[in-house]
Every structure is written in C-alpha cells, then in structure tokens.
C-alpha cells in the first residue's frame, strides 16, 4: 500500500500549512497514524502521531504549533502546522503504524507515503 501525502508548499515564516495523507484501498481505522520529517543531510526524525482513540504524541520542537488529526471515514490524516519557522523545511512523510497506539518509532511503522516537501522562508 503506498501512502499518498500532500500539501506542502513554499511559505513564509509564520505562515501555516496542512499536509493530509490518504491510503487508497487500505483502511487504517483500528492503526496509529503518524507524521516524519527529513531535512537535507540529516536523518530522519518523528513529528507526530495519534493513536486508534484519537491520543496524541509531538516531537518537543512541534508542540504547540502542529496538530495531528484523522477523519476515520475517509480514511485521511492531516498535519496542520501554524507558526512555521525556516528549521521546519523538509520533506514531510506520512505513515501508517502496525499497532494502534500512537508511536514516536519509526520502525514501529510498515507503510509509508513517498513524500511532500515543505520550505519555509525567513
């Protein structure tokens, strides 16, 4: 199943964003959801996550700007990012966990979306 995450853009600091991430054909109402960011020449690294019962889970660096949500029915989560700064530039990618509780492992999730990137101007 590959993921298919959108929204990103080119924004100026302070602006704001909403990445949404779709599984075609897959249904993930019962999975933790989550969001990874990779910025160039650094590893990748956790944003956020929200479990089957809606229990969320930030990255220090994002809280408090970014919220995680998830529309079961249409089988859609969605990042909204407010207060973007220029550190927050990078590729943005959905996942899809095997387990139902939110998760800040990478490994703990086994599908991936390819990519959306975000750049943030100062």
């Known amino acids: 199943v590959q993921l298919q995450a959108s929204g990103g853009g080119l924004v100026q600091a302070g602006g704001s964003l909403r990445l949404s991430c779709t599984a075609p054909?897959?249904?993930?109402?019962?999975?933790?959801l989550g969001w990874f960011r990779q910025a160039p020449g650094k590893e990748r690294e956790f944003v956020a996550s929200?479990?089957?019962?809606?229990?969320?889970l930030y990255a220090d660096s994002v809280k408090g700007r970014f919220t995680i949500s998830r529309e079961i029915n249409k089988n859609t989560w969605y990042l909204q990012m407010n207060s973007l700064k220029p550190e927050d530039t990078a590729v943005y990618f959905c996942?899809?966990?095997?387990?139902?509780?939110?998760?800040?492992?990478?490994?703990?999730?086994?599908?991936w979306g390819r990519g959306t990137q975000v750049t943030v101007s100062s």
């Open positions: 054909g897959r249904t993930f109402s019962n999975n933790a």
């Open positions: 929200i479990g089957w019962k809606g229990e969320t």
């Open positions: 996942a899809a966990a095997r387990g139902s509780i939110m998760t800040s492992r990478s490994s703990n999730y086994n599908y």
